[in-house]
Nanobody
């Protein structure tokens, strides 16, 4: 059974940093493109960042470019999201997702497995 478990969320002041982790099990992790999405109250779930199988390629939403960094450790079956210079508008539940595809896609439908999410709250 595939499991994706996010951790590292919390409450932080604007300008602060958080590092999210997503531990994967039950799948051949190194053969999956991984992504981070987020969903704020009353809004649709949106793409934040993605990383290819061995981490050579990454992609980011314009709203987080230059502030967030996605990385992965295939030996630990874990993907990370380093979030710096956080803003109140970054407040959301953050989800990691796994895709069998080789391309980094921003569409939710392209991802096969999802975690339960971790709350990130940025106070002003």
């Amino acid at each position: 059974q595939v499991q994706l478990v996010e951790s590292g969320g919390g409450l932080v002041q604007a300008g602060g940093s958080l590092r999210l982790s997503c531990a994967a099990s039950g799948l051949s992790f190194s053969r999956y493109t991984m992504g981070w999405f987020r969903q704020a109250p009353g809004k649709e779930r949106e793409f934040v960042a993605g990383i290819s199988w061995i981490g050579i390629r990454t992609d980011y939403a314009d709203s987080v470019k230059g502030r967030f960094t996605i990385s992965r450790d295939n030996a630990k079956n874990t993907v990370y999201l380093q979030m710096n210079s956080l803003k109140p508008e970054d407040t959301a539940v953050y989800y990691c997702a796994a895709s069998r595809g080789s391309l980094i896609e921003s569409a939710r439908a392209s991802y096969d497995y999802w975690g339960q999410g971790t709350q990130v709250t940025v106070s002003s």
